[in-house]
């Protein structure tokens, strides 16, 4: 059974048939639970990661009537757990799902069709071609970012459980499992710099993330956002080859 499904719009004022378009199922329902749980719990990470930094003034009376830090603290903790358990379950389902869920977690090296398309992709993004091409999946150059992402939540996840099991012990299982980050950086300081300066990157790629998709989905012709919502690509255009 093919992949793609013609669908027919309804019946205009005039009574002619509306253009049809195609649709494709992308992205499963454990897929897209997990990019909005995700999105939340990075958002979170963010805000009282900053404020971790760059603590709040300080609250009038007696230090013992407040645990303003500790909340903060307390909450981010708490994201960050979650933001771990919730990536194990997603490479779970890469391994369960359909081809579409386990992209993000390698790289068709081999591919030389896959490398043209993140040069393609590139001049797109920089108004060099006219015209875009149409993938199923990420196309490669996004491919390449939410790989590289991903890689990069393992380091964040890493360091963040590391600094966490300082307050734990090492007698601890945070400190046995993750207390190898301190082999890498001696300095527990220089550990605590880079996991605040990780927060920055993720402000940064996220904020290149909305622009993209957003981008895309206007000008590319093809639904981005709300596939993430239903699951379907929408392709506003006939197209006779899809680019897997």
Avoid at 36 to 51: D, E, F, H
Avoid at 149 to 159: D, G, H, I, K
Avoid at 180 to 187: L, V
């Amino acid at each position: 059974m093919t992949q793609i499904e013609r669908v027919h719009g309804a019946l205009d004022a005039r009574g002619e048939r509306a253009k049809s378009l195609q649709t494709v199922y992308v992205y499963e329902a454990p897929v897209r639970l997990w990019h909005w749980v995700n999105a939340l719990l990075i958002v979170t990470l963010c805000i009282t990661g900053y404020l971790i930094g760059s603590p709040l003034p300080s609250v009038s009376g007696e230090a013992s009537a407040s645990f303003q830090m500790g909340y903060i603290r307390f909450v981010h903790f708490a994201a960050g757990q979650s933001l771990i358990v919730f990536f194990l379950l997603r490479l779970y389902w890469a391994f369960v799902g359909n081809r579409n869920s386990r992209q993000i977690f390698y790289l068709p090296l081999h591919n030389r069709t896959w490398w043209w398309g993140i040069f393609y992709e590139l001049k797109w993004y920089f108004f060099m071609v006219k015209d875009p091409k149409k993938y199923i999946g990420h196309n490669p150059l996004a491919h390449v970012a939410m790989f590289s992402f991903m890689v990069f939540l393992l380091f964040m996840m890493a360091s963040g459980m590391a600094l966490y099991s300082e307050g734990q012990g090492i007698d601890s299982w945070q400190y046995k499992l993750f207390g190898f980050m301190f082999a890498i950086f001696p300095n527990s300081q220089d550990l605590h710099t880079w996991h605040h300066l990780g927060m920055w990157a993720i402000v940064v790629f996220v904020v290149v993330h909305i622009y993209a998709a957003v981008r895309e989905d206007i000008l590319s012709r093809q639904s981005m956002i709300s596939s993430m919502i239903s699951g379907e690509r929408l392709f506003r255009d006939d197209i006779d080859d899809f680019p897997r």
